[in-house]
C-alpha cells in the first residue's frame, strides 16, 4: 500500500491524479523562472493538474567545471520564495551537502536529493530531519529495489514524506534506458513514484564538455509510465531550451507543453478510473 504524501491540497500517491513537478533546470534568472513558472501555471490550471515549481539554485554536478551553475543558494532561494508568493505553488530543488538542509527546509516545500547522492548517509538524514517532503532521485548506478535502504535511511529520521523518483539506468557509455518495472518496484516500497521524464532521456557527456539528449522521446516515455500507473511526473521546461544554460537537449519547449501533457493525464485517468 501507497503512502499517501500531503503538501497543502496536493495528495501524491494512492489513487489520485499525478503531480506534475515542471520548471527549468537551472534558474538561470528570475526574469525567466517568472515567465516560466507563470505559463506553467495557467497551463496546469487550465489542464486541472496540480503543480509544483522546480528550479537548481546550484547544478553542483556540471560536466565542466567552466558551465554554469545557478545564482547559489541565498539568491535562489530568494527567487524561489518569490515564486511560490506571486504565483501560489509549492516549489522543489536540490541540495547537494547536509549543511544546506536547514536552510533550504526555509522555503522548499520539497527537497531534492540528486541522482548522484542518493546514498549520500549524512545527506539523507540532515533532509529527513527538516521533516519537509524529500524526494530521492534513484541513482543511475542503482537497481529499484537498491532504494529500499535509502527509504529505510529516511524513516529512520521519522520522516516519512518520502518521494522516489526515477530517471534512468546506465546503459553502456552515455546512454540512459528506462526500465518501466522500476516504477513498480519502488512503488511497493509504500512510496509514491515519480517519473523524471527529461532526464530520462538524457546522453550524459554526450556532448563532451556538456549533456546531450534527445527531448522527442519524452512524450512517449511519459505517456508509458502513465500508463504503469504513477504518482507524479517530473519534467524540465524552458521557453528556449536550444539556448538554455543547462540540460537544454532534454528539456520540453515551453510552447508545447500543454500538448505534452493532454495525452499523459487522459491516461493516467484511464488508469485510476478517475
Not at 554554469?68 to 501560489?88: H, T
Not at 541522482?115 to 529499484?144: E, H, M, S
Not at 518501466?180 to 516500497?189: A, G, H, K, V
Amino acid at each position: 500500500m501507497t503512502n499517501h504524501v500531503q503538501l497543502n491540497d496536493i495528495k501524491f500517491g494512492g489513487n489520485n491524479p499525478f503531480v506534475l513537478i515542471a520548471g527549468p533546470c537551472m534558474i538561470e534568472s528570475e526574469a525567466l523562472v517568472m515567465e516560466t513558472a507563470e505559463k506553467i501555471k495557467e497551463i496546469t490550471t487550465k489542464l486541472d493538474i496540480p503543480f509544483v515549481f522546480k528550479a537548481s539554485f546550484d547544478k553542483a554536478n556540471r560536466s565542466s567545471i567552466f558551465s554554469d551553475r545557478g545564482p547559489g543558494i541565498e539568491k535562489g532561494l530568494e527567487i524561489l520564495a518569490k515564486v511560490k508568493e506571486r504565483f501560489d505553488v509549492p516549489v522543489v530543488s536540490d541540495i547537494h551537502e547536509a549543511g544546506q538542509a536547514e536552510i533550504a527546509a526555509e522555503v522548499l516545500d520539497i527537497i531534492q536529493i540528486p541522482a548522484f547522492l542518493c546514498r549520500q548517509t549524512d545527506l539523507l538524514v540532515a533532509a529527513g530531519n527538516t521533516g519537509k517532503i524529500i524526494n530521492v532521485k534513484k541513482g543511475q548506478f542503482l537497481a529499484p529495489w537498491d532504494m529500499q535502504n535509502v527509504v529505510t535511511k529516511l524513516r529512520e529520521t521519522g520522516n516519512e514524506n518520502i518521494l522516489l523518483t526515477e530517471r534512468g539506468t546506465t546503459f553502456g557509455y552515455n546512454n540512459l534506458v528506462v526500465d518501466m518495472r522500476s516504477l513498480i518496484t519502488m512503488r511497493e516500497m509504500g512510496v509514491p513514484v515519480v517519473f523524471d521524464a527529461t532526464h530520462s532521456v538524457q546522453i550524459p557527456g554526450g556532448n563532451g564538455t556538456t549533456t546531450g539528449g534527445k527531448r522527442e522521446f519524452v512524450p512517449y516515455l511519459s505517456r508509458a509510465a502513465a500508463s504503469v500507473g504513477i504518482d507524479s511526473i517530473f519534467m524540465e521546461v524552458h521557453p528556449d531550451p536550444d539556448n538554455a544554460l543547462s540540460d537544454g537537449p532534454n528539456m520540453v519547449k515551453l510552447e508545447n507543453l500543454e500538448e505534452v501533457l493532454k495525452p499523459i493525464k487522459e491516461i493516467d485517468s484511464l488508469i485510476k478510473q478517475l
